[in-house]
């Protein structure tokens, strides 16, 4: 049971910034990532940028240069600053967790993801 509560997402014209927030809360263990992920009407979801525990960093082509994914000040948070916002950025953003599960006595282990339930972007003048 893990929740993913995501803010910060609105309205924002061409060319303007947003900042998304994500605290995760519940049964978590040992956090291997945490991330984001947008879905446009019409369109699959895709990956729009990921943080390691150890701190690497995974963005779209689509979003280089323009967005900067952090860790948030709170324990089990994350940020994504959006930069230079276009139409095209116009999704509903998902605040995703990827952690690891010790499922045995003898230290075998799974991954499992969790999921926000998404915020609403919308870049239009």
């Known amino acids: 049971q893990v929740q993913l509560v995501e803010s910060g997402g609105g309205l924002v014209q061409p060319g303007g910034s947003l900042r998304l927030s994500c605290v995760a809360s519940?049964?978590?263990?040992?956090?291997?990532?945490m991330g984001w992920y947008r879905q446009a009407p019409g369109k699959q979801r895709e990956l729009v940028a990921t943080?390691?525990?150890?701190?690497?960093?995974n963005y779209a082509d689509s979003v280089k240069g323009r967005f900067t994914i952090s860790r948030g000040n709170a324990e089990n948070a994350v940020a994504l600053q959006m930069n230079s916002l276009k139409p095209e950025d116009t999704a509903v953003y998902y605040c995703?967790?990827?952690?690891?599960?010790?499922?045995?006595?003898?230290?075998?282990?799974?991954?499992?993801?969790?999921w926000g339930q998404g915020t609403l972007v919308t870049v239009s003048s």
């Open positions: 519940g049964r978590i263990f040992s956090i291997n990532a």
């Open positions: 943080i390691t525990s150890g701190g690497g960093t």
């Open positions: 995703y967790l990827n952690q690891r599960i010790v499922i045995n006595v003898e230290g075998a282990s799974r991954t499992r993801e969790h």
